[in-house]
């Protein structure tokens, strides 16, 4: 295995910096399967990561990316063989395991999937870790009873984001009547092309809740904003209608009351995509695979290098990076 380029971390007095660098093969960590990387993505979590934010990383160097996709390069694992394509999402990789922002990585056999037949490498991961969970989000709403039949809009929050973007598409492909929630105008038309039928400003979410119970509207959400917007969100929703619950951008204070959980059924589903079990995730890929509209996928998809990552780890903490970062990491 000849030497690679990767993006490296390191701390110095508190402040984290990232420069591309070549290293040999004896600085992977250990595992049992070795992965030739082709693509990995930019998440919100990725951008606190690169601004040493949330002391996600204990530990210097580092390379961070918390999902990438690859061909595995060498393996001592009974699951896995050379020339196997496969996925990896979750399991801290990233965060207390080398990542993705490499031309290599090392990882235990039992954190990969296969990648799906019909899915390229660079749309899996255009789909990544927000795609999963975003079918992770729309498989327990359903599995609660979501259907195509329920009153009302299924609410998306973040819509504009990585997730969002996937969830919006995936229910609008599914059949569901999406509202879409963003506070920037600008990307109304982008949310309309991914389906949405009802675009809902963010502000008119972002408050919390007047009261414990608002009027009924929504028949579903996914979330992955949190705070006071999902506070908002549970004072809202239908008769026994249910959130999934994925992230929380806007805080992880809850300011509500029981009355939605008491008088309405009101369920709020915990998404993890983290350590999600094998068979849900693999599962979970299958669908993205077969459901997600990949003419929508390749127009919200923008590409990166591992250069690039600095400055766009700061601009997705702000809110500017609309739809999905894809990062080839041999440019």
């Known amino acids: 295995m000849d030497d690679f380029r990767a993006l490296l971390l390191n701390e110095n007095e508190g402040k984290v910096s990232a420069s591309v660098e070549t290293l040999s093969a004896d600085r992977l960590p250990p595992g049992d399967v070795t992965v030739r990387v082709d693509y990995s993505t930019l998440n919100y979590k990725d951008g606190m990561v690169l601004k040493g934010l949330g002391r996600l990383v204990r530990s210097y160097p580092h390379v961070p990316g918390i999902d990438f996709v690859g061909t595995v390069e060498a393996s001592d694992h009974p699951d896995w063989k050379a020339g196997d394509k496969v996925i990896l999402t979750g399991w801290r990789v990233g965060e207390v395991w080398w990542g993705g922002y ?131 969100v549970l004072a809202s929703l239908r008769l026994h209608g249910a959130v999934a619950s994925c992230g929380n951008a806007g805080g992880v204070e809850l300011n509500t009351t029981v009355l939605p959980l008491l008088l309405r059924g009101i369920s709020v589903l915990g998404i993890d995509s983290a350590q999600c079990p094998t068979p849900r995730r693999v599962a979970a890929w299958n669908r993205l695979a077969a459901e997600m509209p990949l003419d929508l996928l390749d127009a919200m998809t923008v590409e990166a290098g591992l250069s690039d990552l600095p400055a766009l780890g700061g601009d997705i903490l702000k809110g500017q990076v609309r739809g999905r970062v894809v990062v080839d990491v041999n440019r």
Do not use: F, N
């Open 102 to 232: 490499a031309q290599y990585a090392r990882v235990r056999g039992e954190w990969l999937v296969p990648l799906p037949k019909g899915l390229s490498a660079r749309r899996a991961m255009a789909l990544g870790t927000a795609g999963l969970t975003a079918m992770l989000a729309v498989m327990a709403l359903e599995d609660h009873g979501l259907t195509r039949e329920s009153e009302g809009e299924v609410l998306v929050t973040g819509a504009a984001g990585g997730l969002g973007s996937v969830a919006t598409a995936i229910l609008a492909r599914r059949g569901y009547r999406v509202a879409a929630s963003t506070g920037r105008p600008e990307q109304h038309a982008y949310l309309k092309d991914l389906g949405a039928s009802v675009l809902v400003d963010r502000a008119e979410l972002a408050g919390g809740a007047a009261k414990p119970l608002l009027a009924e509207r929504w028949a579903g959400c996914v979330d992955s904003v949190g705070g006071a917007t999902l506070a908002h």
